[in-house]
């Protein structure tokens, strides 16, 4: 059940930090752009699309969704990274499969005090650390009659610009985001059944809107200092 491949969840997270009157210490140093390195800065709506399939495992199975959209917005400076609305589904918009089915639905949205983080060094090929903070999903697995879990928390994940060879999916020139084995944990409102942790593995495309306001997401976006 945990298999609650909410492994949508894109995962991603790590609280925003503020100092009283100082500006975030993630938010100095990092751009977002349109397209390209040299580009204008970009601040507005954002999408995240599930590439290939999201899975979740844990001590008792594990299972997957083929399909993930999640939409928010971000500001230039990597600050205020917040998910409005987020959808996880199995192939033609059904349960996600695996050991069992899960239906799974986003909580207490928006998730907000996310961010993007240039990484100078670029640990392990990454450009970037993408955060999607305070986020809660709700899994109703098909078993025992259905058992409800809910997972939530913050995770921290990879983040690769369209250029770099060594983001996750090479076949998709789109800016990406990579959750690789990271834990979830149970969160209050679970069945008993439910194991305490779960690990997910992700990828996501990210774009932002060409046309402020349109709800078309076809703007390339590029993390640079």
Same mark, same amino acid.
């Given at each position: 059940?945990?298999?609650?491949?909410?492994?949508?969840?894109?995962?991603?997270?790590?609280?925003?930090?503020?100092?009283?009157?100082?500006?975030?210490?993630?938010?100095?140093?990092?751009?977002?752009?349109?397209?390209?390195?040299?580009?204008?800065?970009?601040?507005?709506?954002?999408?995240?699309?599930?590439?290939?399939?999201?899975?979740?495992?844990?001590?008792?199975?594990?299972?997957?969704?083929?399909?993930?959209?999640?939409?928010?917005?971000?500001?230039?400076?990597?600050?205020?990274?917040?998910?409005?609305?987020?959808?996880?589904?199995?192939?033609?918009?059904?349960?996600?499969?695996?050991?069992?089915?899960?239906?799974?639905?986003?909580?207490?949205?928006?998730? *907000?005090?996310?961010?993007?983080?240039?990484?100078?060094?670029?640990?392990?090929?990454?450009?970037?650390?993408? *955060?999607?903070?305070?986020?809660?999903?709700?899994?109703?697995?098909?078993?025992?009659?259905?058992?409800?879990?809910?997972?939530?928390?913050?995770?921290?994940?990879?983040?690769?610009?369209?250029?770099?060879?060594?983001?996750?999916?090479? *076949?998709?020139?789109?800016?990406?985001?990579?959750?690789?084995?990271?834990?979830?944990?149970?969160?209050?409102?679970?069945?008993?059944?439910?194991?305490?942790?779960?690990?997910? *593995?992700?990828?996501?495309?990210?774009?932002?809107?060409?046309?402020?306001?349109?709800?078309?997401?076809?703007?390339?976006?590029?993390?640079?200092?």
């Amino acid at each position: 059940m945990a298999r609650i491949r909410q492994t949508a969840i894109v995962g991603t997270a790590a609280l925003a930090v503020l100092a009283a009157g100082v500006a975030p210490a993630y938010a100095a140093g990092t751009t977002i752009r349109k397209g390209s390195a040299t580009a204008a800065a970009y601040s507005g709506k954002v999408q995240a699309s599930l590439l290939g399939t999201a899975t979740v495992s844990s001590s008792i199975g594990s299972g997957s969704c083929s399909q993930s959209t999640m939409t928010g917005s971000i500001n230039a400076d990597g600050s205020a990274l917040n998910v409005s609305a987020a959808t996880f589904t199995g192939t033609g918009g059904g349960p996600c499969s695996g050991s069992t089915s899960s239906t799974i639905t986003a909580q207490n949205l928006p998730w *907000t005090g996310g961010n993007v983080t240039f990484d100078p060094a670029h640990t392990g090929g990454r450009d970037a650390t993408v *955060t999607i903070a305070n986020f809660k999903v709700k899994a109703v697995v098909d078993i025992f009659g259905g058992i409800t879990c809910v997972f939530g928390g913050n995770l921290t994940a990879n983040g690769y610009n369209g250029d770099n060879g060594s983001r996750p999916v090479t *076949t998709s020139s789109d800016a990406q985001v990579g959750v690789k084995n990271a834990t979830v944990s149970k969160q209050s409102g679970s069945s008993f059944l439910c194991p305490s942790t779960a690990t997910v *593995t992700a990828t996501y495309a990210l774009r932002g809107e060409a046309v402020a306001g349109s709800g078309t997401y076809n703007q390339a976006l590029y993390v640079t200092s």
